[in-house]
């Protein structure tokens, strides 16, 4: 099939690599997020998927928004059979969505109806599921209630942070999704409809959503720190400066106690005290410094007894 790829960020890039290896389809262009300031230059730099799109030769697409009638016109010139969608990052409109024969197909990173929305895998680990998955499925105007293809799920480990459950589901949902497409072209898979029950949203996270909250129990606090870890980074203040924390560590029941946010500065870890057991800092990133191992920040930053993580 002749496919417009549609996808902007890193966990768009094993998919659109694996229709580009595909023996079956032709991608026939890409289309990503205009190129947006990166870096402390804020220099324009092209989404990760238009540079692998760049490096293989195929045209790139980049409207600032896809109901402008010039993409429209571009899109039926391009006649695709279909368009697969990974993490796009717009909303379709309704005539962009009635242009490719089958549709547009998207690769979500969940098992919806559960966690419709911009961050689905965020929110599986803040709410401590077990296992989540990718889904693919055709897109329509509501936002991820489209007809399902086909599934693939993922354990959600314990220490696991939304990088790294993305990253295992940006290649697995590649392979999906590429099979996804050869089954539309054979004619042997069907969308179904998503059930009624067991829907959940997973709405954007901001840095707000990431604040810790030293009162809260550790394993609600693991989980946020884990589910915002790369992006946006969980924090809390110290000192009223904001203070960055990596991935933290609960303690065992009754080996150190501590009050809410209390700090505890040991030889070789710092724990911090919450509403039940304390958790060790992992690494930490203070106002307008680099990420460091907590002890390393300790010692620098010359903590005393009875000071806090607010």
């Known amino acids: 099939m002749r496919l417009l790829f549609a996808g902007t960020p890193e966990p768009a890039v094993p998919a659109l690599r694996a229709l580009l290896e595909s023996p079956r389809h032709e991608v026939v262009a890409v289309l990503t997020r205009p190129d947006a300031p990166s870096g402390r230059g804020r220099k324009l730099t092209r989404s990760p998927v238009g540079a692998l799109a760049d490096e293989a030769g195929i045209p790139v697409l980049t409207p600032a928004r896809p109901s402008e009638p010039g993409f429209l016109e571009t899109l039926g010139e391009l006649a695709p059979d279909c368009a697969p969608v990974v993490a796009y990052g717009a909303l379709l409109p309704r005539p962009v969505l009635d242009v490719p024969e089958?549709?547009?197909?998207?690769?979500?990173?969940?098992l919806l109806p559960a966690w419709r929305g911009a961050a689905p895998v965020q929110a599986a680990i803040r709410h401590g599921d077990d296992v989540t998955g990718a889904t693919t499925f055709r897109l329509e105007e509501g936002m991820d209630t489209g007809p399902t293809f086909g599934v693939v799920t993922e354990t959600v480990g314990e220490t696991d942070t939304a990088g790294a459950l993305l990253a295992r589901l940006a290649e697995s949902g590649a392979k999906l999704l590429a099979a996804t497409l050869d089954g539309i072209e054979d004619g042997t898979v069907a969308a179904v409809?998503?059930?009624?029950?067991?829907?959940?949203?997973?709405?954007?996270?901001t840095p707000a959503d990431a604040r810790v909250d030293p009162g809260s129990p550790a394993t609600v606090i693991d989980r946020l720190v884990r589910s915002v870890t790369p992006d946006p980074g969980a924090w809390c203040e110290f000192r009223d400066d904001r203070l960055g924390i990596g991935p933290v560590r609960p303690v065992r029941t009754g080996e150190v106690e501590l009050a809410a946010g209390e700090l505890r500065v040991e030889r070789r870890r710092v724990l911090v005290g919450t509403a039940t057991v304390p958790l060790e800092l992992g690494e930490v990133k203070p106002k307008g410094k680099r990420a460091m191992p907590a002890p390393d920040w300790a010692r620098g930053a010359r903590i005393e007894a009875g000071e806090y993580l607010r």
Do not use: E, I, R, Y
């Not at 089958?102 to 969940?110: E, P, R, Y």
């Open 193 to 205: 409809p998503q059930p009624a029950d067991g829907v959940s949203l997973a709405p954007k996270v």
């Open 102 to 110: 089958h549709g547009w197909v998207n690769l979500h990173f969940s």
